[in-house]
């Protein structure tokens, strides 16, 4: 993790969808993290924050000298502007250092409710040219998160032809939505959530027949084997690719993920860490860390668009995963380790213990105890507390997880 808050750039953003994922993001080695308050971000059914709490997240945040984005994303309709001004007083107030928007509404009125904050436009917004950047820039905003959907090549044209105090964000891993960035109606025709006020249903992964009229209740696959997934996106996965991100003028390196498990946000950040420290230093990049993106829940991964084919479509709906998260080191007592639960493992099982500073350590698990100093032979309520001998001495936050292969 960067020393302050006025580290250059490249930044690594991290999601942070509730506290606890956010203390993960700072923990694995974020220089600025994305979260919102209860409206007006696109990802409604994320625990989000209260005004309080995010008080608290930016606090957390700054101490450990990184920055927080505020997502006012969605496209909000007349009815609900009324509420607007006094969630953007409270970002203000908050000491929060962004606002990210895409609606020009919206945008007019950070600048007018919230003047101390900066000024970020969503990838929601569609920016894929030069023309858009610059105007954007002229409306005030200090960083436009590209539209998902532009080659490098084109990324290096907008960053040759914009001011140089304009920063560029985009999303280097994660889920990948299957319409133009984001604006998408199929949630909302198909189950009345709207996806571009933050309630998508993703509709897009499920698998769909064919009917005809006269035989309802008959679904045909329109495939010889497996499902029909006819908008199935990959996952995007560029970390072998960060030095590419970085020549075409990225200066926001961001993760998806505030609907993903603090696990997910530990193991992904942690990864993405250490490769941007390597790609900065010109470092080659130890391929551990490319192994640690295979270890939390995934779909088939992509590069996106960034080189063109293969694009994100997917036939696969399944997710992927090399392991299963199993415990939070929370400290230390009597001289072991101190644990919670998170999903069961017995001892004897192979495990890996994940922490910032170096790579995963292996070791079995073995003379696991209660708090009262009982032995164990598994591990098997939710969020029990429980203590056992680690590889090497590990902070709290340290994440815990049982091998499932490789």
């Given at each position: ?118 000024l ?22 200090e ?89 199935n ?26 609907m ?25 990049l ?14 088939p ?54 922490t ?19 032995p ?31």
């Amino acid at each position: 993790m960067r020393e302050s808050m006025n580290h250059s750039l490249p930044e690594l953003l991290a999601p942070a969808g509730d506290l606890e994922r956010l203390k993960m993001a700072l923990h694995f080695g974020a220089d600025a993290v994305y979260l919102a308050l209860e409206r007006f971000g696109m990802r409604a059914f994320a625990g989000n924050f209260t005004p309080e709490g995010l008080r608290q997240a930016v606090k957390l945040a700054h101490d450990a000298g990184a920055k927080v984005h505020v997502t006012c994303n969605t496209l909000p309709r007349d009815t609900e502007l009324k509420e607007l001004p006094a969630a953007l007083e409270c970002i203000q107030d908050a000491g929060a250092d962004a606002v990210i928007a895409a609606d020009f509404g919206v945008m007019q009125m950070v600048k007018r409710y919230a003047p101390r904050v900066a000024l970020h436009v969503s990838t929601q917004f569609g920016v894929v040219n030069s023309a858009s950047a610059c105007a954007l820039h002229d409306l005030g905003a200090e960083r436009v998160v590209l539209a998902r959907e532009l080659h490098l090549d084109e990324i290096a044209a907008i960053r040759a032809n914009t001011p140089r105090d304009l920063e560029l964000e985009a999303f280097v891993h994660g889920a990948m939505c299957v319409s133009f960035s984001g604006r998408c109606l199929i949630s909302n025709y198909m189950t009345g959530r709207d996806a571009n006020r933050g309630q998508c249903a993703q509709p897009c992964r499920w698998e769909y027949g064919l009917v005809e009229k006269k035989r309802p209740g008959e679904v045909f696959t329109v495939v010889e084997d497996g499902g029909t997934f006819l908008f199935n996106s990959r996952d995007m996965c560029m970390i072998e690719h960060l030095p590419e991100v970085l020549r075409s003028g990225i200066t926001s390196l961001k993760i998806e993920g505030r609907m993903k498990s603090a696990y997910y946000v530990g193991a992904v950040t942690n990864a993405y860490r250490h490769a941007l420290d390597a790609a900065v230093r010109g470092e080659a990049l130890d391929p551990i860390w490319v192994r640690e993106t295979e270890q939390i829940s995934h779909r088939p991964y992509s590069t996106g668009f960034y080189f063109g084919e293969p694009g994100q479509y997917t036939s696969e709906s399944a997710y992927l995963s090399g392991a299963e998260f199993c415990a939070v080191v929370e400290g230390e007592r009597q001289g072991r380790a101190w644990l919670t639960q998170r999903n069961k493992f017995s001892r004897g099982d192979v495990l890996e213990l994940i922490t910032p500073d170096a790579p995963p350590a292996t070791f079995v698990a073995a003379d696991m105890r209660d708090l009262d100093g009982a032995p164990l032979q598994s591990v098997p309520h939710p969020m029990q507390p429980f203590t056992m001998p680690l590889p090497i001495q590990a902070a709290p936050l340290a994440l815990v997880r049982r091998k499932m292969c490789g």
